[in-house]
Every structure is written in C-alpha cells, then in structure tokens.
C-alpha cells in the first residue's frame, strides 16, 4: 500500500512558512524607507501581512494542484489581496490558467500576471 502524502506536505509547508514569514521583524532600515512613503500605500498591519502569506499559499498551492500549471515555477507574490505572478511557463494557456486559478482563490483582489512564455529547448 503506498501512500501518497505529497500534496498535504507541500501545502502544510508553504502555509507554514508563510505563517513564520508574516511574524518576522523588519531591520531599521526597511522601516525607516517605509516612513518616508504613503504610510497607507506601503505598510501592512500584521493582519494584512498573515491575510497574504495565506493566499499566497493558496494560490501556489492551487497551481501545483492543477494539470496544466503543476510543471512550472511560478513565482507568487501577494500585497494587500493582489497577487503578482512570475516565472516562465512554455505556453500561453499556462499562463492563463495560472492567472485564472490565482483569481478563484478568496481574498484576491486582483491579478497581475507577469508570466513569461517561453518555448521549450530542443
């Protein structure tokens, strides 16, 4: 009998050390770069932090579910509910579907999608 634990690991990981990444301090100089801004256009509260360590899981972790996305390295970034894509995919309907997929989750608010497409070698 062979389990198959790959997926419930991959996705105890990811939510894990997102979990660990929201509680990380910044060093003064990140904050005092921060100040200078819109305190509303680059700082989050520790909720907002935790909110897209959680998507961000959720996203990659619906990108490693899905049969056309799984092959890939797709780079996942979210701040404030928006979710940047990156990475190379070797078609467009990779790339599409990883975006399409991103939206579905709760807590997106937007998607941009910088999925390069690139046609494999050989």
Known sequence: MKLNLTKP???????GSTAIAGCASTDDSESSAASR??????????????????????????LVDDP?????QINVETF??????????????ASSRAAQ???QVGGVKDVENSLEVRKPEG
Request: hydrophobic letters at 45%.
């Open 68 to 72: 056309v996305t799984k092959a890939y």
């Open 9 to 15: 690991l991959l996705v105890a990981a990811l939510l």
């Open 101 to 103: 997929l991103a939206a």
């Open 37 to 62: 801004e819109s305190p509303e256009a680059s700082q989050q509260t520790p909720g907002e932090v935790v909110d897209d360590g959680v998507v961000t899981a959720k996203v990659k972790a619906k």
């Open 80 to 93: 404030k509910g928006t979710v940047q894509l990156s990475g190379f995919v070797d078609s467009a309907e």
